[in-house]
């Protein structure tokens, strides 16, 4: 079946550190690929994602690769900051018209100054 | 984008009661909606799909007769916690999808924490 497995956290940065945050999924087909943002105390927020093999997404400095050869959709960002705190969660969906999104179990990222 | 809402945001009840949560699509029509459950430090698990005019389709393991969702209309789907118990205490979320061709785009509500005393 479907599933989306990510690195365990916490992940503990400087701020200006750079962040990777390993996500890689099993699916059938061509799944599309999110990361999701979740601030303490708030619902999930988009924070990017990709439709296809090799596309890549970004937003306020993060990115990821679609990497169909290595079943891979990798976080980055080269400097983070104290504000980049939060969870994140890498997630599919099927291109099947209302499917649900597979989540996988969440990085919690603490930034210090 | 697209914006979803939830009512209540928080909401405490006692042990035996029952409790609505609202998940409204505010600019978009939403033919699926999906209900998800968040315990603390762990991941999102679907608990429903909700598409309007038609019954739920309930995940293995969710009691539907305790979970009781209804789609009335396409900008609005409802979930009822029935005779809550302390262990029903969770953060509950819903997510509204706007179909179109291979877009299957998800937009989040911010969610209801639910408290069980």
Not at chain 1, 64 to 85: C, I, M, N, P
Not at chain 2, 60 to 65: I, S, T, Y
Not at chain 2, 79 to 96: G, K, M, N, Q, R
Request: proline residues 3%; glycine residues 8%.
């Amino acid at each position: 079946g479907n599933s989306v497995t990510q690195m365990e956290g916490p992940v503990t940065l400087s701020e200006e550190a750079f962040l990777t945050i390993n996500c890689t999924y099993t699916a059938t087909g061509y799944p599309s690929l999110f990361w999701y943002v979740q601030y303490p105390g708030e619902g999930l927020q988009l924070l990017l994602k990709a439709t296809k093999a090799d596309d890549k997404g970004s937003n306020k400095g993060f990115e990821a690769t679609y990497r169909k050869e290595t079943t891979s959709f990798h976080l980055e960002k080269g400097s983070v900051q104290v504000s980049d705190s939060a969870v994140y969660f890498c997630a599919l969906s099927r291109h099947q018209a209302g499917t649900a999104l597979i989540f996988g179990k969440g990085t919690t990222l603490s930034v210090s100054s | 984008g697209a914006v979803v809402s939830q009512h209540p945001s928080r909401v405490i009840c006692k042990s035996g009661t029952s409790v609505k949560i609202e998940c409204r699509s505010l600019d978009f029509q939403a033919t699926t909606m999906f209900w998800y459950r968040q315990f603390p430090k762990q991941s999102l698990m679907l608990m429903a799909t909700s598409n309007e005019g038609s019954k739920a389709t309930y995940e293995q393991g969710v009691e539907k007769d305790k979970f009781l969702i209804n789609h009335a209309s396409l900008t609005l789907s409802t979930l009822t916690v029935t005779s809550a118990h302390p262990e029903d205490s969770s953060f509950y979320i819903c997510s509204a999808t706007v179909t179109s061709g291979r877009n299957n785009e998800q937009f989040f509500g911010p969610g209801t924490r639910l408290t069980v005393l």
